[in-house]
């Protein structure tokens, strides 16, 4: 599955690709090669909710087969390109999961439908949170969050 576009969802502002070839695999990858602002959310991390404060990070995706795993980092992207710069990552490229702040496993479906543009969506929202949702094709992926008080 491989993707390149720019997406604009309500709180985040991703642009990169989804990569997930076998000939192209990195530890993760990008969910957006630039920075993405999120507001204080209470993620579900494999050892329970992890709060999330209001700040700029990086999302990735996980996407071992029938099993992606949602990334929220603290590594700062890189505006251009720079390989021996390993402070910052661009894409997927340089990243590596001690800057990790959660990993939220992902619920896999299918679309009844073909969904042309890799898109995000929030799902079934309510005061107190909701789903964060990426299509592509027809597969859709999403992890719930809740919103901090």
Known sequence: MRCRMMVLAAVLVVTGALVGTQGDRRPASPAGSSATQ?????????????????????????????????????WEAQKD??????????????????KDVVRAPMTLGTLPFSHDQLTWEFLDMTDAGGKLAI??????????FKVGT
């Open 81 to 98: 390109y720079d390989p021996n710069n390993t402070k910052q990552v661009y894409g997927g490229y340089g990243y590596t999961p001690e």
């Open 135 to 144: 299509m592509w094709d027809k597969v859709v992926a999403s992890v719930p």
């Open 38 to 74: 999120v507001g204080g959310k209470y993620v579900p991390g494999n050892d329970g909710p992890v709060y999330v404060p209001a700040g700029t990070y990086t999302v990735f995706i996980d996407l071992k087969p029938n099993n992606w795993t949602l990334i929220v980092s603290t």
